[in-house]
T-cell receptor, first 109, second 115 residues
Framework: AQRVTQPEKLLSVFKGAPVELKCNYS??????LFWYVQYSRQRLQLLLR??SRESIKGFTADLNKGETSFHLKKPFAQEEDSAMYYC???????????FGAGTQVVVTP | DVKVTQSSRYLVKRTGEKVFLECVQD?????MFWYRQDPGLGLRLIYF???????EKGDIPEGYSVSREKKERFSLILESASTNQTSMYLC??????????????FGPGTRLTVT
């Protein structure tokens, strides 16, 4: 069975401070991992995927297969980063995603 | 630009009513999905479809059914609405089988309240 765990329901950080959102997964095969974001009153959208090894809006995430983690990091949080963030795992060829419970990030000035 | 639209943003229904939620995508995507989004539970997959007239159960299909008569349209049906089906419902679409690094595109959601 596949599972995605986001241990923090809420992260409150000050503007300019680093932010790290934790994501751990359990899956016996080779997964694809994603981070999705939902800003207030907007639809859920892809932020980044591990396979691209990209940095989007200053965010990065590294897949650590040994620790089965895919934490999302940003060195200097901005107010516009306030949103709900979901970690997701794709473990089968049909393209189904398993989502975590989500982490609400609040960046205060 | 991919567009996924849902028929209603807000819906209020009574217990026992049959409810239809409609989703349309305009990018010729093979896959379509229905999720419900609840605080503290994240997104949970109800049903998905990988082709016209094909459907597969997700993690929480009980009390729901789906219909996909055309490639661009995927309907979620609550046969007899109950109060525990009060939730935000999200539709999504994506490219088909084995598209590596693929992305799911989401609709704006329908907030359903069952009284």
């Amino acid at each position: 069975a596949q599972r995605v765990t986001q241990p923090e329901k809420l992260l409150s950080v000050f503007k300019g401070a680093p932010v790290e959102l934790k994501c751990n997964y359990s899956y016996s095969g080779s997964p694809e991992l994603f981070w999705y974001v939902q800003y207030s009153r907007q639809r859920l959208q892809l932020l980044l995927r591990h396979i691209s090894r990209e940095s989007i809006k200053g965010f990065t995430a590294d897949l650590n297969k040994g620790e089965t983690s895919f934490h999302l990091k940003k060195p200097f949080a901005q107010e516009e980063d306030s949103a709900m963030y979901y970690c997701a795992l794709r473990g089968d060829s049909w393209g189904k995603l398993q989502f975590g419970a989500g982490t609400q990030v609040v960046v205060t000035p | 630009d991919v567009k996924v639209t849902q028929s209603s943003r807000y819906l209020v229904k009574r217990t026992g009513e049959k409810v239809f939620l409609e989703c349309v995508q305009d990018m010729d995507h093979e896959n379509m999905f229905w999720y419900r989004q609840d605080p503290g539970l994240g997104l949970r997959l109800i049903y998905f479809s990988y082709d016209v007239k094909m459907k597969e159960k997700g993690d929480i299909p009980e009390g729901y059914s789906v219909s996909r008569e055309k490639k661009e349209r995927f309907s979620l049906i609550l046969e007899s609405a109950s109060t525990n089906q009060t939730s935000m419902y999200l539709c999504a679409s994506s490219l088909g089988l084995a598209a590596v690094g693929y992305e799911q595109y989401f609709g704006p959601g329908t907030r359903l309240t069952v009284t």
